[in-house]
DNA sequence: CACGGCGCCTGAAACATTTCAAACACTCGA
DNA sequence: TCGAGTGTTTGAAATGTTTCAGGCGCCGTG
């Protein structure tokens, strides 16, 4: 209960009546040293009160025994499940787990690179703003392993990511399944990846299934949030019923809830009158009032497998990059099937 | 872009003809260097890619610069919006945010606090899975400033709440002036200390007013959590007509959700059948299909006014424990609203 | 008895930074 | 020309840990 700063090794090594280096041996290679010596300086770490310090023992060893994820946006419940896949893999591999979040700003990201680096974190996850931004460039240069989220950038990173394209795929060709033949697809902006390659999946079935190509409209949104789905909802509504979509399909699932709450709002029966599809899976979906179709990704594996992918980098003398790709699943709710 | 370990002060001072301590000016007091060197010093920085070493500079101040907030459920969005608040704080204060998830586990979180004590963080904040565990009394008596949040333990620490009897007072009267007359408190499990409290403003409110203590029915779960919510709507459908409540006031806006999501399935309609009131305020609770009323948390004030606590106990050298209690406010939207 | 080997422990060096007293080089005024 | 003062730079010490070559004492073997 001493007050004043902490107990350091040269404190417990006095209580103890022994070296330093026996102290540190205590901690870190306990087998060579005698179990009554051990005993006594255990006793000793416990009546002082000793916590090791992680700075010192880092500044010696050279690297951390950190990890840290970058999240792109702390209020979609996906980039959390893929954070507690991280968490697991680093528990395993016996890391801390340095969360932090960008809010999708680029200020914000570099600000947080620029942290970590000084922190000499072992390896960087993170879902950047911008995939080809120099600042993730500048990690790498500096050899710190950074592996990319639920994104992509081919040669330059490692990433772990699910197919989008067949992602896109499977959602439109459900609805067609349900016997749909004027779908809308919701997203944007249109320079997010995600969106694009959704989209061409979805196109390309179309046009695979001879469906006329005006039926199958885009409509682009600013952002992949609850508000700008149901902006969405609206600008479909303002749509002349004969060429009303009949079923929409969102690239994320909080544009998906926004659009459902503005259908319902205004009388819409889900799925008759408008069925819709999400993307991501979140629990929030399972959970809407119209439980929410939605293409699942493995949200939890794409965070593990990222963190195995970021310690495999560390680990390798040489390394050559990997992207790995995930098959999303389509998972079919009431707000889809009619009966 | 210089391979093997990363340069430190002593090349940049070599690269810069200069000594170690200007170097280390430069960046700390540059207004007692001469603009020339300064500028070769950065000059040199710039070219060999230095980054300043985070642990080394710990070891020497003998403090961090970094806070750190642990989580009691990553999943429930509100303690997102409270880190944010927390964040901004930090920020402010020119100080790193470390966020763990103790996921409702008392191991996680004793591993997370011991962690961030050999990490020195220079405070804690943390909604508890227990207030009075000693492992937080543990940090304490180390003299890391620690701030509860969304919790209260008087005496023994620095708190930041909203006051949950008021809370629950305001939910039930916004319901009885809608004219229920049968009221249903969900919530749980019972040894949360917000449970016990917001069902006794609830009761308060009740007595007062002198309604009858049977026509308010307390139902238990076993979590706070979506699916316990839908659970506690399969009880409450049990209920004979006659005597079932028309109202619910869930302890969380999750359960809320649930609830809402399994009376629509059955068929009620919402409010007419089933007024529910949430509580915390969450952003999905406004964006589900029939939005929920809710009693809103000021939940980024309260990560704010936490991360605010913590810094004054840290800095101060006498220090009293506050506890600061905020006043929940009532959000009514349609769920309670029949026209 | 001598000696190698073994088990256990010690002490010093190294890690990258900050701080601070002291040194240094000028300039100005007396 | 000297001294004081000012502005800039230096070098060494200190932070807490880990590692590693070496030392000490003891046992068993030759």
Not at 97 to 124: K, P
Not at 266 to 293: H, K, M, N, W, Y
Not at 317 to 324: I, K, W
């Amino acid at each position: 209960m001493a007050i004043g700063r902490s107990p350091s090794v040269k404190d417990v090594a006095a209580a103890a009546g022994v070296s330093l280096g026996t102290v540190s041996n205590v901690m870190n290679r306990p087998e060579v040293v005698s179990p009554a010596t051990r005993d006594r300086v255990e006793r000793a770490m416990a009546e002082l009160g000793f916590v090791r310090n992680e700075s010192a023992r880092q500044l010696r060893a050279g690297t951390s025994r950190t990890l840290a994820y970058v999240m792109l946006d702390g209020s979609n419940p996906f980039f959390h499940d893929v954070a507690q896949g991280i968490e697991l893999a680093a528990e395993d591999a016996d890391l801390s787990l340095f969360i932090c979040n960008s809010n999708a700003r680029a200020d914000r990201e570099a600000l947080h690179l620029d942290r970590l680096m000084q922190q000499r974190v072992q390896g960087m996850l993170i879902t950047p703003v911008d995939p080809e931004s120099p600042h993730l460039a500048d990690v790498a240069r500096r050899g710190i392993p950074i592996v990319l989220v639920d994104r992509v950038a081919p040669g330059e990173f490692c990433s772990v990511a699910v197919d989008d394209v067949l992602g896109g795929r499977i959602a439109v060709e459900h609805l067609v399944e349900q016997g749909h033949e004027r779908v809308a697809v919701i997203g944007g902006p249109e320079s997010l990846g995600q969106v694009r390659e959704r989209l061409e999946g979805a196109r390309q079935f179309w046009s695979e299934q001879g469906l006329p190509p005006e039926d199958l409209t885009f409509m682009p949104t600013a952002a992949m949030t609850v508000a700008e789905g149901r902006s969405a909802g609206e600008r479909l509504a303002g749509i002349p019923a004969r060429r009303r979509p009949t079923a929409a399909f969102c690239a994320n699932d909080l544009l998906a809830l926004g659009l459902l709450q503005q259908a319902i709002g205004s009388g819409l029966r889900i799925p008759d009158d408008l069925a819709i599809v999400g993307f991501d899976d979140i629990e929030f979906a399972a959970a809407a009032a119209v439980p929410l179709t939605s293409v699942r990704q493995p949200r939890q594996e794409l965070g593990k497998a990222a963190a195995q992918l970021v310690l495999e980098e560390a680990a390798a003398a040489t390394h050559r990059h990997r992207q790995l790709t995930f098959t999303p699943e389509l998972v079919a709710r009431a707000s889809t099937r009619s009966h």
